[in-house]
């Protein structure tokens, strides 16, 4: 079993930055890409960037290619997501997940291990 632990988020004013951490537990870390998705209330889960098994590979959303930067560490087991230039619609539950693939996914259903979620807050 496979468990995601997420850390980072918190309150931020619009501009700032937050670096959201994923520690994974297990020894495969490597072979699997990883993901970030967010839930804003009311509104349905999205995909927001992923990294391939070897870091190689990198897919973002539209809405925050330039702004947000996903990186990993294999041999610490983390997967990190740093987010700049924060806006108040980044504002958001975010969850790391473990992708079934080694290259990088968009869709939720190529995911099947999730953390808890942290929450990122952008005030205006």
């Known amino acids: 079993q496979v468990q995601l632990v997420e850390s980072g988020g918190g309150l931020v004013q619009a501009g700032g930055s937050v670096r959201l951490s994923c520690a994974a537990s297990g020894r495969t870390f490597s072979a699997y890409a990883m993901g970030w998705f967010r839930q804003a209330p009311g509104k349905e889960r999205e995909f927001v960037a992923a990294i391939s098994g070897n870091g190689g590979r990198t897919f973002y959303i539209d809405s925050v290619k330039g702004r947000f ?3 990993r560490d294999n041999a610490k087991n983390t997967v990190y ?9 980044d504002t958001a539950v975010y969850y790391c997940a473990r992708s079934t693939y080694f290259n990088p ?3 939720q259903y190529d995911y099947n291990y999730w953390g808890q979620g942290t929450q990122v807050t952008v005030s205006s």
């Not at 997501?81 to 619609?89: A, D, F, H, I, T």
């Open 105 to 107: 996914k968009n869709s």
């Open 69 to 71: 930067t996903i990186s």
């Open 81 to 89: 997501l740093q987010m700049n230039s924060l806006k108040p619609e």
